[in-house]
């Protein structure tokens, strides 16, 4: 993401709007407004921003050339993923009705959108939460981000969609690598039903770290870890990416793999994990914090539903 790209896309964005719609668009840069996101349905009521659906055709493409700036280019993440999910609102308003639909996406501005000083882009709906900061005129900061995806994989108007696919793949293949002993080692003691860091809870990570650690593991199951980071920071623009695998991969040792439900779980076999409700798996390390869960569907309840969480210990919201 070229920032000062993005900066010029916001612009012009913002003068398209009516005052109104500008005063909703950008608002102050608090860490209280920084919090409101959901990866709930519910578009504006429970976001800040502007929604999509009060936006004309060429306002919403104004406002998505924005995100497909911002956003990491690789295929399935970022932009891509961004973009897949929404449309798998319009799928889900096909069966579950209004509260579902592409329309329901918000983009809001928070700070001064300028390449000195501090602002944040939030972009997101339902099964998807984005944040990036920015600090004269550096991606700084890609956490919270929240993704879901219900069902985890779907068909429409002809395409097929499963922008969850790569997070499950290099999660279960993680958990696969690990011995007996280690998946011993790295179950919770109590079951999981959510994520444990969803929206509303900032700051919230666990004081003592739970599971089993990287320093313990082989080189090839560290080199899994590393592997699983990528789908979550491809969804950040290349020089943020480039930086936090940097830090993530320098804090490995001391990086910490924990799951709980599984109840197949056999090491050495990938496809064992990460498939019913309750299978839960979760990477806590001095920096980054990653959970993957599958639950039970919503509209799909013969089917299960991926959420995700990705956080930073110390640069959520560039630690506004």
């Given at each position: 993401?070229?920032?000062?790209?993005?900066?010029c896309l916001v612009q012009t964005f913002k003068a398209s709007l009516t005052s109104a719609q500008q005063s909703a668009l950008q608002i102050p840069l608090t860490k209280t407004s920084a919090a409101k996101w959901?990866?709930?349905?519910?578009?504006?009521?429970?976001r800040n921003g502007v929604e999509f659906s009060t936006l004309t055709p060429s306002q919403v493409a104004a406002a998505k050339a924005i995100i497909s700036n911002a956003a990491g280019i690789t295929e399935d993440e970022g932009w891509d993923e961004f973009n897949q999910i929404n449309l798998g609102d319009a799928y889900l308003g096909s069966i579950g009705g209004s509260a579902y639909g592409t329309g329901k996406y918000t983009i809001a501005i928070l700070g001064d959108p300028a390449l000195e000083g501090t602002w944040m882009l939030q972009f997101g709906g339902h099964g998807y939460a984005q944040n990036i900061t920015y600090k004269d005129g550096v991606a700084v900061s890609g956490s919270p981000m929240l993704q879901g995806t219900e069902p985890k994989a779907w068909t429409f108007a002809g395409e097929d969609y499963a922008p969850l696919a790569q997070e499950h793949m290099v999660m279960t293949t993680l958990l696969g690598s690990l011995s007996t002993a280690q998946l011993?080692?790295?179950?919770?003691?109590?079951?999981?039903?959510?994520?444990?860091l969803g929206a509303g809870k900032d700051g919230q990570f666990p004081t003592t770290k739970a599971g089993v650690k990287l320093s313990t593991l082989s080189t090839a199951s560290q080199n899994n870890f590393l592997s699983a980071l990528h789908p979550w920071l491809n969804d950040l623009p290349y020089d943020l990416k480039t930086r936090l695998l940097s830090i993530y991969t320098s804090e490995m040792a001391d990086t910490y793999i924990s799951y709980s439900g599984n109840p197949t779980a056999t090491s050495g076999n990938p496809n064992s994990f990460l498939?019913?409700?309750?299978?839960y798996v979760r990477i806590d390390g001095?920096?980054?914090?990653i959970e993957f869960m599958v639950k039970k569907g919503t509209l799909f309840t013969n089917d299960v539903?991926?959420?995700?969480?990705?956080?930073?210990h110390t640069r959520d919201y560039n630690g506004l």
């Open positions: 993401g070229n920032v000062a790209k993005v900066t959901s990866g709930l349905t519910g578009g504006v009521t429970i011993a080692t790295a179950k919770l003691t109590s079951p999981m039903t959510d994520v444990m498939m019913r409700d309750g299978d001095p920096s980054v914090w539903q991926y959420q995700t969480i990705y956080r930073d």
